[in-house]
């Protein structure tokens, strides 16, 4: 098991449960690949929401009532803002507005993305590394009904309450992998698709260079975690977007989404009836409870993807 | 009173008691005019610190056990920062980091350090202006026999413990103060000294392009509080400079740094005696009970320093 390597994708909350479950099995032989989509800048600071759902999760400080910000958080800064005048739809915590401090002074200084996002997982214990997709900006933009949304703007001030037509990644063709990323993927034994939302999550990352491209000839392993079950997304609007765009949510529209890639792919047992039409898709099935509600639940659910992609981690 | 217009110099903690006290009797007809000398920067944010007592004491919210910092503060983000591996000297509370975050963020944005100052005080309810001298930097660098110190280091890292042989503001000759500073010292029926320490808080405000002569010429009143006490600072290092450049530190030693510019000078009741010695300066002389300690002391030392001025206020 000391020698497996794995390479996990995840976005926020759902993802980063099951990146952790994976630590748990894998330690430092894990490299979670984060989305950069829907960082932004507020009051001049570099927040990258995803990544610090990572890195709180897998250093074990993350509000497990939320499962974003930073467990026993306090909001005196943002009272502050507020009292300026300022707008306090983004729940900043103090002691998360510490870490985009530190962000954004050491990218000032000239530190790439992922050279910060190494130095502030290590610092909180962190066994994984944490590897942002790209060093370059990329920018989840939301088509909605009413106009075009930065991502905070859709998912936080607006609660992803608009209808969405289009989801763009604005900077994603043009950016690369980093060299870090593209090390993990060829040493990696496998690569795990974790159950984030596969619109504003996982294909943001797909989206940056040749990532996908990369996956689909990797030669290697690629499982997917589901992140709807029974119709419905565990955690925000997955199903909703599925809908917007015409489609019954379902894990077997996730499959479909991933079927150029993935060579497996890990349905809840309440979705078991689905396994023969996302095996027609060429894609070989495991059935579990995908629910992660305890530290075990993700260590469980992390072995049953890595066993689906047949590596030995047991 | 309520034409009455009057002009104040402030450092920090000392300075804005009387700056609070004059604004009780002045209201918005008194300009605090701050240094910034002692600003700097820390984790990319431009931190004032004399401002941003004077701000908060002048609102009502700074702390009063310390004189420095808001009331009640938490210290959140600076643990995590500590956690993070940062140096934490510098006592940067949660809803003064908020004030930090917001100033550098509207500076970055091209607004001037006068407007983002007048934009912070107004939302905090400050009556008086408050303007920093210049909106240029100016930098006190201390030359001690450890070597050149940059203000912060020397007065919250090493807490004024080395040998200072030398202040130097650096940047203060290039600078100009501001047309709002101008405009103030020209609508003035008086200008105040407060008991700030000379050679660290009220010299580089001076300093700055022809503030000083600038008061020479005035033709207005112009008074000083002494920050001396019976030989002893109330509060920071202003007597043990003194010793360390060889003078005795007294009130009289005080009134002659400003006896080019004074027309007046409010000495404490214990140094009485001085009258004769700071009236040969051609000064004139007034005796009151400078410690203030409740706000009634303060707007009684603020009348004592209107009256010196023989500016009718009462």
Redesign the interface.
Known sequence: MADVKVVALAGGVGGAKLAEGLQQLLGSGLAVVGNVGDDFEL???TICPDLDTLMYTLAGVANPQTGWG?AG??F??????A????ETWFRL???????H??R??WL?QGLRLTEVTA??AD??GVQARLLPVTDAPVRTRVITDEGELNFQDYFVRRRWQPVVREVRFAGAEQARPTPEVLEALEAADAVVICPSNPFVSVEPILAVGDVRARLRHLGKPVVAVTPIVAGEAVKGPTAKLFREFGEEPSALAVARRYADFVTAFVLDERDAHLAPAVEALGVRVAVTDTLMRSAEDRRRVARAALQATQTEVV
């Open positions: 009051w001049g600071l930073v958080d306090t005196a800064a943002l009272e502050m803002l009292r300026y005048g300022e915590g103090d002691r998360d507005l510490a870490t401090v530190l954004t002074a000032r130095r502030l610092a909180l």
